[in-house]
């Protein structure tokens, strides 16, 4: 039976600590699910500077659901090695 509660730590578009994206990470590993930590890294301080210039001045944005969040992210990324990692615990 799938426990639920591992679930509540993937990753939000509002979670700004990286404290708060490794237990995702160890979630996956292990469940076998490779995750290239330092890809990750710098895909999620991408990420970050992304939530933070957009959720400040864009009122837009803070009432945007989750999916429309992640759908505005992926729009500006050039190719997938910008959210790669990032999607296996989004």
């Known amino acids: 039976m799938l426990n639920l509660n591992a679930l509540t730590t993937f990753l939000r578009l509002q979670t700004t600590e990286w404290e708060n ?6 979630y996956l590993l292990e469940r076998n699910v490779s995750v290239d930590e330092a ?12 939530v933070q210039k957009e959720h400040q001045p864009n009122a837009i944005y803070c009432k945007m659901m989750e999916h429309e969040r992640w759908a505005k992210y ?3 990324c050039n190719t997938i090695k910008c959210f790669s990692e990032l999607i296996k615990i989004a």
């Open 39 to 50: 890809e990750l890294f710098d895909q999620y301080q991408s990420l970050f500077e992304f």
């Open 74 to 76: 992926f729009a500006i």
């Open 21 to 26: 994206i490794e237990p995702c990470e160890q």
